[in-house]
């Protein structure tokens, strides 16, 4: 028997600077902040006709049956987020939603959905920052008139398994957003390869590979032991033709580049091209745990 297909809208949302609030608050006032969060957002998607299919840690995943239902929702979730950080406490720092959204065919079986589709939406949410709404153009087009004047073309990115490098939109949903004309998207349809080694471990990314987490924690796909170092440190990943280091650490990271200078990102990003060193929290100068890379991005 054929299984059954739904096309529906697969949204992922996922609270940002969890990783930072844990550090700075303590595991139980952290956790019941990001509970609060993920809570208001469940409430959301109820009211928008939604439902939530999981949630994993600080992320949500869920489906609706129509594109603007996902995008209203998605949008709603941003604003409260938004709101909840404005007025929070002097000393909590503010949480912000990165949110991917893809319309497509998924399998639905035993209270969940499988599919393309679904790791499509996933990877746009990996793509997107904190504030951010990333989707396809799939889902653009399933859009009504009113919400497609609130999309707009910012990327072309390469997707393991398609042959081609897909469209990618972002949804406008704050007032005063800086217009992007569609002329400025770079084709991402390039060849490129990052080597990443840390004591006898190496790994290799090119143009489809997924963003890649360095940290001490356990979920991190390459763990630097370092007590400076953040559970979920910085990621990695392969955007517009290079690959770009996004810090989102407590106590920074530090990139000595091929030239020898050393800079600092703290929540900021960092072009990698050459050889040199990656540290975690900690200047580079004597640090053991320096992650080396070897990048040859086109």
Not at 259 to 287: A, F, M, P, W, Y
Request: overall charge negative; glycine content about 8%.
């Amino acid at each position: 028997m054929d299984s059954v297909v739904e096309e529906v809208a697969i949204v992922f949302a996922d609270v940002t600077g969890s990783v930072r609030l844990f550090d700075l608050l303590g595991d139980e006032k952290a956790w019941k902040l990001i509970q609060k969060c993920l809570k208001g957002m469940t409430a959301e998607v109820d009211k928008h006709r939604g439902r939530v299919i999981k949630t994993i840690g600080d992320e949500i995943m869920c489906t609706f049956f129509a594109a603007d239902d996902a995008v209203k929702a998605a949008v709603a979730m941003q604003e409260q987020v938004r709101d909840d950080s404005i007025g929070g406490e002097d000393n909590e720092p503010a949480l912000s939603l990165r949110i991917g959204i893809h319309f497509g065919e998924v399998i639905p079986k035993d209270n969940d959905v499988f599919g393309d589709a679904v790791n499509l939406a996933s990877r746009m949410a990996t793509a997107a920052k904190g504030g951010q709404i990333i989707t396809t153009q799939f889902t653009a087009e399933a859009l009504s008139q009113p919400l497609k004047s609130k999309v707009r073309l910012v990327d072309r990115m390469p997707v393991k398994g398609k042959r081609d490098p897909i469209n990618v939109y972002e949804v406008v949903w704050e007032d005063g957003a800086t217009n992007v004309a569609s002329n400025t998207v770079k084709s991402t349809d390039v060849e490129g390869q990052l080597s990443l080694r840390y004591r006898d471990k190496v790994i290799v990314m090119d143009q489809t590979s997924a963003p890649l987490m360095l940290g001490r924690g356990r979920q991190a796909h390459l763990r630097v032991d370092d007590a400076n170092a953040s559970r979920l440190h910085l990621r990695v990943e392969f955007s517009r033709g290079k690959f770009v280091l996004f810090d989102e650490s407590v106590n920074g990271t530090y990139v000595l580049t091929p030239t020898g200078e050393v800079t600092l990102r703290r929540n900021e990003s960092h072009v990698l091209s050459g050889t040199g060193r990656i540290s975690l929290g900690r200047k580079v100068d004597g640090n053991e745990n320096a992650v080396h890379y070897e990048c040859e991005s086109a």
